[in-house]
Nanobody
């Protein structure tokens, strides 16, 4: 199983970015996809998650600004990030699990991170 996150880059405060997570080696329609981020010197934290039925969950810092979605036909999940803030700067990771969970340790497979930098 491989996950490949992409779409990171540099954005201005208030700007937008859309991350993609392409999954291979399993049929994504049966799995939840979680998005996490890790800023320098900080622990990895949950950002959002989408269940196999499309139900989504978000952490408080991103609620109302970030949107998780999925395209099972493309075996791909997305993280749309709007109204970006400098504190959103981090490496962003996607991961799969049977259910959504806020703990990183619950996830079975991880992709490499994609870096997001938000300038003030």
């Amino acid at each position: 199983v491989q996950l490949q996150a992409s779409g990171g880059g540099l954005a201005e405060s208030g700007g937008t970015l859309k991350l993609s997570c392409v999954v291979s080696g399993l049929s994504l329609k049966f799995y939840a996809v979680g998005w996490f981020r890790q800023a320098p010197g900080k622990e990895r934290e949950a950002v959002g998650c989408i269940r196999d039925d499309g139900t989504t969950h978000y952490s408080d810092p991103v609620k109302g600004r970030f949107t998780v979605s999925r395209d099972n036909a493309k075996n791909t999940a997305y993280l749309q990030m709007d109204s970006l803030k400098p504190e959103d700067t981090a490496d962003y990771y996607c991961a799969t699990n049977s259910i959504c969970a806020p703990q990183a340790g619950a996830y079975d497979y991880w992709g490499r991170g994609t870096q997001v930098t938000v300038s003030s």
